[in-house]
């Protein structure tokens, strides 16, 4: 069972390039997130989704695309990548609203 | 949104009981209080949730009044290894996501 697995763990990137991150989890969880974190900050969140085929404003989700493809996996894409979304950006998953998240690792992104 | 507001830091010496309390003001009656750790360079981890009372479990308890515009962590004997950031969160049931907000947390340091 490894919970909540992130991919890739570093990247960097040039100002106007893509990428996609791939979270994955195996707890057969309802609900997943993705958040970001600045240097000293608490976490924002990006996008989230209740459920295959879903997803969801956050707090802060210009610049950000989501898809629940399948049940098990939540993937962000950064369609032009600028300097802001330079970050730590974690995923999570919970088995339903308002229950326990279930982190992953993260994956530190420097956009230059 | 039922904004919260924690101490920025705190310090203790190992062996100490630790209270963070954390205020939310407009909460409303369907939300409920989560606290989660964490570790420099990981994801965020749950620790406890409540929603009125009292909740204990095995490394924390949660005292919440009766108006419950406050929450107060509790964690008892402190060691080094607790030094973490804890963060305070308010869970609305009704359009949960909608308004899920990390705050910037409470840095705990334990000292020898």
């Known amino acids: 069972n490894a919970g909540v697995t992130q991919t890739p763990k570093f990247r960097v990137l040039k100002t106007g390039q893509s990428m996609t991150l791939l979270c994955a989890q195996d707890m057969n969880h309802e609900y997943m997130y993705w958040y970001r974190q600045d240097p000293g900050m608490g976490l924002r969140l990006i996008h989230y989704?209740?459920?295959?085929?879903?997803?969801a404003k956050g707090e802060v989700p210009d610049g950000y695309n989501v898809s629940r493809l399948k049940k098990q996996n939540f993937l962000l894409g950064l369609e032009s990548a600028a300097p802001s979304q330079t970050s730590v950006y974690f995923c999570?998953?919970?088995?339903?609203?308002?229950?326990?998240?279930?982190f992953g690792p993260g994956t530190r992104l420097t956009v230059t | 949104l039922a904004k919260t507001t924690q101490p920025i830091s705190m310090d203790s010496y190992e062996g100490q009981e630790v209270n963070i309390t954390c205020s939310h003001n407009?909460?409303?009656?369907?939300?409920?209080i989560t606290w989660y750790q964490q570790f420099p360079s990981q994801g965020p981890r749950f620790i406890i949730q409540?929603?009125?009372t009292k909740v204990t479990n095995e490394v924390a308890s949660l005292f919440i009044p009766a108006d419950r515009k406050s929450s107060t962590l509790s964690l008892p004997r402190v060691s080094l290894s607790d030094t973490a950031v804890y963060y305070c969160l308010v869970e609305e049931a009704e359009n949960y996501g909608q308004n899920f907000v990390f705050g910037p947390g409470t840095r705990l340091s334990v000292l020898p």
């Open positions: 989704s209740v459920g295959e085929g879903t997803t």
């Open positions: 999570a998953s919970s088995y339903q609203a308002v229950y326990e998240q279930y």
């Open positions: 409540g929603y009125k």
């Open positions: 407009n909460i409303a009656t369907n939300d409920y």
